[in-house]
């Protein structure tokens, strides 16, 4: 005689191997892919050492200048050599790759909330809620943002990494929005939604609680896919003169020293360095984020 609470054990575990997790799903779909794999223990590396950094390095001593020990190359006392305030280029390859990740992560994370938060609301309520809110972010979108950035950072007073993160969220949220908005609109006609509306479910918990749930392998890709963007937004900010207050590591400061033709020739160890660690930080994340997207739509034509 069959014992009915084993028999549906065994149907839950099967289902749940028929139909594993998202996050499951990319593991396996990175497993299978060597250059996925190898970008995500090489990130995870590079992540790593950037925050445990602060533990072996002294930031103090980071921004003392020593003029006896100005652009020296390479060697055993400064790895990555020295640059043009006899500061360890090391050091500040370090931190500000700490910085920069940070400010990505900080951003993609602020601006994915706000573009969750908008899109859902304008597609869920539809009709002319969504009309009004759609004409607004599409003025919002024509504005070229890179020059409000710039703008915003110059005319703000009190300027720190802080708000630079609440500036650059500010106008990263906009292709998220439209992004979430298109999917709301196709899940609010399906059945769950219509019958939870009668069931008289508020809308806020249908929206965060019902709707999102099936939303959340497209914001995990699109996340993903725009770390590295945001991440170079700062970068080239900081190379312009408009990023990270003076005085903050980050790899844009480093890089900036490449607008020296004699420093670009004859000093390459201040910017080279970080211009090869950005490179392979966006192509890790790349990498990493394609594997992601194969692995949401794979569990999209599962479902």
Same mark, same amino acid.
């Given at each position: 005689?069959?014992?009915?609470?084993?028999?549906?054990?065994?149907?839950?575990?099967?289902?749940?191997?028929?139909?594993?997790?998202?996050?499951?799903?990319?593991?396996? &779909?990175?497993?299978?892919?060597?250059?996925? $794999?190898?970008?995500? #223990?090489? %990130?995870?590396? =590079? !992540?790593?050492?950037?925050?445990?950094?602060?533990?072996?390095?002294?930031?103090?001593?980071?921004?003392?200048?020593?003029?006896?020990?100005?652009?020296?190359?390479?060697?055993?006392?400064?790895?990555?050599?020295?640059?043009?305030?006899?500061?360890?280029?090391?050091?500040?390859?370090?931190?500000?790759?700490?910085?920069?990740?940070?400010?990505?992560?900080?951003?993609?994370?602020?601006?994915?909330?706000?573009?969750?938060?908008?899109?859902?609301?304008?597609?869920?309520?539809?009709?002319?809620?969504?009309?009004?809110?759609?004409?607004?972010? &599409?003025?919002?979108?024509?504005?070229?943002? $890179?020059?409000?950035? #710039?703008? %915003?950072?110059? =005319? !703000?007073?009190?300027?720190?990494?802080?708000?630079?993160?609440?500036?650059?969220?500010?106008?990263?949220?906009?292709?998220?929005?439209?992004?979430?908005?298109?999917?709301?609109?196709?899940?609010?006609?399906?059945?769950?939604?219509?019958?939870?509306?009668?069931?008289?479910?508020?809308?806020?918990?249908?929206?965060?609680?019902?709707?999102?749930?099936?939303?959340?392998?497209?914001?995990?890709?699109?996340?993903?896919?725009?770390?590295?963007?945001?991440?170079?937004?700062?970068?080239?900010?900081?190379?312009?003169?408009?990023?990270?207050?003076?005085?903050?590591?980050?790899?844009?400061?480093?890089?900036?020293?490449?607008?020296?033709?004699?420093? =670009?020739?004859?000093k390459w160890w201040v910017w080279l360095p970080a211009a090869l660690l950005i490179l392979v930080m966006m192509l890790c994340i790349n990498y990493i984020g394609q594997a992601v997207k194969r692995a949401s739509d794979a569990r999209q034509r599962l479902a």
């Amino acid at each position: 005689m069959t014992n009915p609470v084993i028999d549906e054990k065994k149907l839950i575990a099967q289902e749940k191997l028929n139909n594993p997790s998202l996050l499951r799903t990319i593991w396996r &779909e990175i497993m299978h892919d060597k250059m996925a $794999l190898g970008s995500l #223990i090489l %990130f995870t590396i =590079i !992540v790593l050492s950037a925050y445990i950094s602060p533990l072996f390095v002294d930031q103090t001593a980071l921004t003392r200048v020593n003029f006896l020990n100005v652009w020296k190359p390479p060697s055993l006392d400064n790895w990555v050599g020295t640059d043009d305030g006899g500061r360890d280029v090391f050091g500040q390859l370090m931190i500000g790759t700490r910085n920069s990740l940070t400010i990505g992560v900080a951003v993609t994370l602020i601006a994915g909330l706000i573009g969750l938060t908008y899109g859902l609301l304008s597609g869920y309520y539809g009709g002319a809620t969504d009309n009004v809110m759609m004409r607004i972010l &599409e003025f919002l979108m024509v504005l070229p943002s $890179l020059m409000f950035i #710039i703008v %915003f950072v110059t =005319i !703000v007073p009190n300027y720190n990494v802080f708000t630079f993160i609440l500036i650059m969220s500010i106008f990263a949220w906009f292709g998220k929005a439209r992004l979430i908005r298109s999917r709301a609109l196709q899940e609010r006609e399906l059945d769950y939604i219509n019958a939870s509306k009668t069931l008289g479910t508020p809308s806020f918990k249908i929206m965060f609680f019902e709707m999102f749930p099936n939303l959340s392998s497209l914001v995990i890709v699109n996340m993903t896919l725009t770390l590295a963007n945001n991440i170079g937004i700062e970068t080239g900010l900081t190379f312009l003169g408009f990023g990270l207050p003076a005085g903050t590591p980050s790899l844009g400061t480093l890089i900036a020293f490449a607008r020296n033709p004699d420093i =670009i020739k004859n000093k390459w160890w201040v910017w080279l360095p970080a211009a090869l660690l950005i490179l392979v930080m966006m192509l890790c994340i790349n990498y990493i984020g394609q594997a992601v997207k194969r692995a949401s739509d794979a569990r999209q034509r599962l479902a």
